[in-house]
């Protein structure tokens, strides 16, 4: 294999030269570099990442640590880092953590004995009792909706908002017995944001919050959806809307409620939480909000970086919030 000396050998300059241009050093002239890459490539010069990496101590790989890997939208979420890491010659390995508290403290460990460079961490187990234990020499930024209020950054979407904006579009369509189907309820997760919305929304439009129309599942899920919502309407349960936690469970209830005998939409219209690429091929096709997958995953893969790189030394933890869309399909009457 060629070595940085043959390239500055071939190309009559000095080693250095050949490595300012391969680190693109501003300072090289652009005949002075033309001529290094030609070299390069005549030479048929490959540069040694991994020996590079050692050099800087860096492994050039992140961590991506997930509570799921086969659900529709950790899966696409997953994709999005991936592609954004890319952009920037990292890999990413990825991890489940099935939602379990002690396996999220392992990852963090796992970063900590330096196999990944940073840390981009799903939350769901940890709370915000746990955020001294985020409190770690290396980098960490927490995607999803657990905010610790520091010692890392945070890109979150907007639950609250969007929920509420979902289950005004079920009233502004006519509905006035809005359901919804959520996991367990807690304040600082998930399902207590969007719930939150979601009685936003019915107290705006002067609609009561009537608890029988608040349904829960023991995971979000599709098949818990399905169950659920066929139990909604063997039960007698009298509602016209349904707002779903996320696509997963609004597939579910889709099935459930077709297995019921329920028309979606003339009987039920129905609208999830996560603009799955699945979604939009049901039968019907599911209304959903999307909330900018990809500017969340940017985001991440950008604030890691800039924590891995120092390149702002003790800059203020930062707390992103994507913003979000409504796209309006079959199953709300679209």
Known sequence: MATIRDVAKAAGV????????INDHPNVRPAT????????????????VAARNLSKGRTG???????????????RLATTVITAAERHNLRVSIEQTGASR???LAALSLSRNRLYDG???????LGPADAERLKVDHPVVILGERSFGGPV??????????????????????????????????????????????????????LPADPALTQTVDKPDMAEGAERARKMVESGLDFDGLFCENDSVAMGALRGLASAGVRVPEQVKVIGFDNVKESEFLVPS???????????????????????????????????????SLVIRESTGG
């Not at 570099?33 to 540069?47: G, N, P, Q, T």
């Not at 840390?119 to 187990?125: D, F, N, Q």
């Open 14 to 21: 000095s080693a250095m030269t050949v490595s300012n241009v």
């Open 33 to 48: 570099r033309e001529k290094v890459l030609e070299a390069m490539a005549r030479l048929d010069y490959r540069v040694n």
């Open 119 to 125: 840390l981009i961490l799903c939350a769901a187990g």
């Open 61 to 75: 790989t992140i961590g991506l640590a997930v509570p799921q890997v086969n659900s529709p939208y950790y899966s």
């Open 153 to 206: 950054d945070h890109v979150a979407m907007p639950n609250v908002d969007a929920a509420e904006a979902a289950t005004g579009h079920l009233i502004e369509r006519g509905c006035r017995r809005i359901a919804i189907l959520c996991g367990g309820i807690d304040e600082v997760d998930t399902s207590g944001l969007r719930l939150r919305g979601y009685r936003q929304a019915l107290e705006k439009a002067g």
């Open 286 to 324: 599911l209304s959903t909000v999307d909330p900018d997958h990809d500017a969340m995953a940017e985001r991440a893969v950008d604030l890691l970086i800039r924590r891995i790189e120092a390149t702002e030394p003790g800059a203020e933890h930062e707390e992103f919030v994507s913003s979000f």
């Open 102 to 104: 002690e396996n999220e």
